[in-house]
């Protein structure tokens, strides 16, 4: 291969070069890892109905009032099995042997998925508490409620919140799919890491000010450098990020 103008073997692994600046990489970001988080960016802002033309346009003319979960995607629907119709899955299948792809226990619903489900409830008891959701229910509905009032705050926990939760719906819906069309299979725990990787990925983009003792705890658990953080009340930078659409 050609790297910089030099023939033969990388003498870096990408993942390497890849890495931040302070942990010994060149800061060099995934244009794949890149790609998901700002379509779990998509996601989010269509879910939660941000201000924005484009999320107008897409309720408006795409989904018409359904669901998000329920579109067609590339002329296949995106369906969970408790909303399958009989002629869709074909009249010889018993739609009550259709187990959840993550649990195997019982139909998959989206409240099933969003996290009743085993599999999906290991995988957001380990990260709400990075979010700072560890008080609230783990249903969807109790998640949402709580960001829904902040979603358009720039706090420390409004932040880490809708980050957490966009990038854990994506990944165990991802994983849900993956078992279900691939018969590929990851571990909830190896979700886990993927969903810290990526959330901490965007969260080092940021400038935190006007800390409070709770966000600096919460900016810990997440090995957050301290040059993302500002000291200076009085400083006129503002709290930004390209993570946001």
Same mark, same amino acid.
């Given at each position: 291969? &050609? ?7 990388? *003498? @870096?692994?990408? &993942?390497?070069?890849?890495?931040? *600046? ?20 998509? +996601? ?11 999320? /107008?346009?897409?309720?408006? %003319? #795409? ?8 579109? =067609?995607?590339?002329?296949? /629907? ?13 009249? =010889? ?11 195997? $226990? ?8 969003? @996290? ?9 008891? *380990? ?8 008080? +609230?229910?783990?249903? +969807? ?8 009032? !902040?979603? #358009?705050?720039?706090?420390? &926990? ?21 078992? $279900?069309? /691939? *018969? ?14 990526? %959330?901490?990925?965007?969260? &080092?983009?940021?400038?935190? /000010? #006007?800390? =409070? ?10 090995? !957050? ?13 503002? $709290?930004?990020?390209?993570?946001? %659409?």
């Amino acid at each position: 291969m &050609v790297f910089y103008g030099v023939k033969g073997k990388a *003498k @870096f692994a990408w &993942v390497s070069v890849c890495m931040p *600046k302070h942990e010994g990489g060149l800061g060099i970001r995934r244009i794949d890892d890149f790609n998901v988080a700002l379509m779990a960016t998509h +996601i989010w802002s269509i879910l939660t109905h941000i201000e924005s033309l484009w999320v /107008k346009w897409v309720h408006t %003319v #795409k989904l018409k009032g359904r669901s998000l979960w329920d579109v =067609s995607c590339r002329g296949n /629907k995106l369906k969970i099995q408790d909303r399958l119709w009989q002629w869709d899955a074909g009249l =010889s299948i018993d739609l009550n042997l259709l187990r959840c792809p993550l649990c195997d $226990l019982v139909p998959d619903s989206h409240d099933h998925l969003f @996290f009743e489900c085993a599999f999906s409830s290991h995988v957001w008891s *380990k990260v709400r508490v990075l979010g700072g959701m560890d008080s +609230i229910p783990p249903r +969807i509905i109790d998640v949402t409620n709580f960001i829904n009032p !902040i979603s #358009k705050s720039n706090t420390t &926990v409004s932040i880490l919140s809708r980050r957490v939760l966009a990038a854990t719906s994506y990944y165990v819906w991802l994983e849900r799919n993956g078992r $279900l069309f /691939k *018969k590929k299979t990851l571990t909830s725990d190896q979700i886990v890491d993927v969903i810290i990787s990526m %959330v901490r990925l965007k969260l &080092v983009a940021f400038k935190f /000010k #006007k800390m =409070s003792t709770r966000s600096r705890l919460l900016l810990d658990q997440w090995k !957050i450098p301290s040059y993302c953080i500002v000291h200076d009340g009085s400083t006129r930078r503002r $709290l930004y990020s390209f993570f946001l %659409v």
